[in-house]
């Protein structure tokens, strides 16, 4: 009989196999967020070393090098469930970086999924062997030849994917763009079929599983998004809908929505709306059907597009933000396109997400989201705005500062230190601009403690509760987001009544260091 394993052998086997499970089960929503469910596993281990010893064989055979191995390639996979920060990589344009280039780019920054609109066979393969995944899609205008033909879907598998495949990593295929807003019944009734054949070609090439088939929407789908517990889509090409929807959950592939809250602010461009568009203070908008409150737009359009879903029948289908963005420059006659708007939406986007903390009603997981756009894209018409969404120039450099880079970036997952909050590495805090309204500074406290950061050092009882002032604990909790979410100057803006300072404010009123 084979020997017995160690304990350390068989708690490490133990939790290696439920935590891939659970990775599986996550996709269908059975389990809870990841952290949770881990630490109930490792309070389990020691009941099941009697299961794992009897599976000796298989004991017997993990040497060191193999259990460091497996250790490895579990936290590799950690680290991939944790990659939600996409970018889309449009080309109206004629001025473009070489595809090389531009890979060389990305590998500098955060990001680690790339959507392209096509299928350029030259940016596919300057992407293989960065570990960069990639979403490419069918045109429109190719969508009537697949869905009656099967031969014209394996030969676009066998041009576009086969020969850069696995080493370009090519997971998502989008089949058309905003199809069901087009207002062409005829495009719109080739959709699906146009979607199964690829499937079928996908398969046929052994690759089932291994990328998805899907298509992207415009938030116009819905027929209400307020509030959001009220979300549901019009009814007007809702048969349609479903069948998509039946193929998205048969499959495992994403439904793909394009939110935009700047759309949202054009639309009610008040002061109020600006804030709760760019994740920055303002007294929020409760939900009257949930009571839920919200202190963002990204989040209130999801879980619109969330309840939606859930109201059909579609909840266990994934969301995944295929577009999102701000542009930084528009006409005279557009409302809030700027360097400043741009930067807050996309720099709070990004250290939203990697919070981790999810939307009210997706908790605990940040959905896949694709940032709109690399670079602009100066061919595109309509306003200057069309032009203007570039987070990089087209020289490499970055139009702002969004975290993106890894020499810049905020922590993938910041964490809300103990109470009181740690010096400042830099020397800077970040405090109330003099003059600022005890209304402003509570609305502010409000949001910082709202978003999950640990506020308890100012609760009754609290390390720096005294002096029990509004100013007081407005200025703590701004600057413990600010040292929290990466010490960058917007985590230090709050709507504008900000700003930072070499004097620790601890040495007046507060214990912050």
Not at 208 to 214: D, L, Q
Not at 390 to 417: E, H, I, N, V
Not at 447 to 457: E, M, P, Q
């Amino acid at each position: 009989m084979a020997e017995a394993c160690t304990s350390v052998q068989c708690m490490y086997l133990k939790f290696f196999f439920f935590f891939n499970l659970h990775r599986k089960l996550r996709t269908f929503q059975f389990c809870p967020p990841f952290l949770p469910s881990l630490l109930y596993l490792l309070l389990r281990l020691p009941y099941h070393l009697r299961e794992i010893t009897e599976h000796s064989l298989m004991a017997s055979q993990l040497n060191t090098n193999c259990l460091l191995f497996l250790i490895l390639v579990t936290f590799t996979r950690l680290a991939e469930s944790e990659s939600f920060i996409g970018i889309n990589y449009g080309q109206v344009a004629d001025n473009l970086p070489s595809p090389e280039a531009t890979a060389k780019l990305l590998q500098s920054t955060a990001i680690d999924k790339v959507r392209l609109y096509g299928a350029d066979p030259a940016i596919i393969k300057a992407l293989a062997n960065t570990g960069i995944e990639i979403m490419i899609g069918v045109s429109s205008g190719d969508i009537p030849g697949m869905a009656s033909d099967p031969n014209f879907a394996n030969s676009w598998i066998n041009s576009n994917v086969i020969p850069f495949y696995p080493a370009s990593k090519i997971n998502i295929i989008n089949v058309g763009n905003e199809v069901m807003m087009s207002g062409d019944p005829n495009l719109m009734s080739q959709l699906l079929p146009a979607m199964q054949n690829l499937q079928n070609a996908i398969n046929s090439a052994n690759l089932g599983g291994k990328i998805k088939v899907s298509t992207v929407h415009s938030m116009a789908l819905l027929r209400q998004s307020e509030p959001p517990s009220s979300g549901s889509f019009n009814t007007s090409n809702l048969d349609l809908l479903k069948r998509l929807l039946r193929f998205n959950n048969a499959t495992g592939s994403p439904f793909a929505i394009n939110p935009y809250p700047y759309f949202a602010y054009q639309s009610d461009p008040r002061p109020e709306t600006l804030a709760f568009c760019l994740f920055q203070p303002n007294s929020g908008r409760v939900d009257s059907g949930t009571k839920i409150k919200y202190t963002n737009m990204f989040d209130a359009q999801l879980d619109a597009v969330r309840s939606a879903l859930n109201s059909i029948g579609f909840g266990g289908v994934e969301i995944v933000v295929a577009e999102t963005g701000w542009p930084y420059k528009g006409d005279s006659n557009e409302v809030g396109p700027s360097i400043e708007n741009a930067k807050a939406y996309t720099g709070n986007l990004v250290a939203h997400l990697r919070s981790m903390v999810g939307t009210p009603l997706m908790r605990g997981k940040s959905v896949d989201t694709y940032l709109f756009a690399l670079y602009d894209e100066n061919l595109k018409p309509g306003p200057s705005s069309e032009r203007s969404f570039g987070l990089f120039k087209t020289d490499l450099t970055m139009t702002y500062d969004a975290g993106l880079l890894k020499t810049s970036q905020t922590p993938s997952k910041p964490k809300a230190p103990a109470s009181p909050a740690p010096k400042a590495e830099n020397g800077t805090w970040c405090v109330p601009k003099a003059g600022t309204s005890d209304a402003q500074l509570q609305a502010n406290l409000d949001y910082v403690c709202g978003r999950g950061i640990d506020c308890s050092a100012i609760q009754p009882g609290g390390a720096c509760f005294e002096p029990n002032t509004v100013v007081s604990h407005a200025t703590y909790a701004m600057n413990l987001l600010y040292q929290t979410e990466g010490r960058n100057p917007w985590n230090c803006d709050f709507s504008h009544t900000a700003t930072l300072t070499s004097i620790n404010p601890s040495k007046s009123f507060l214990k912050l260091s």
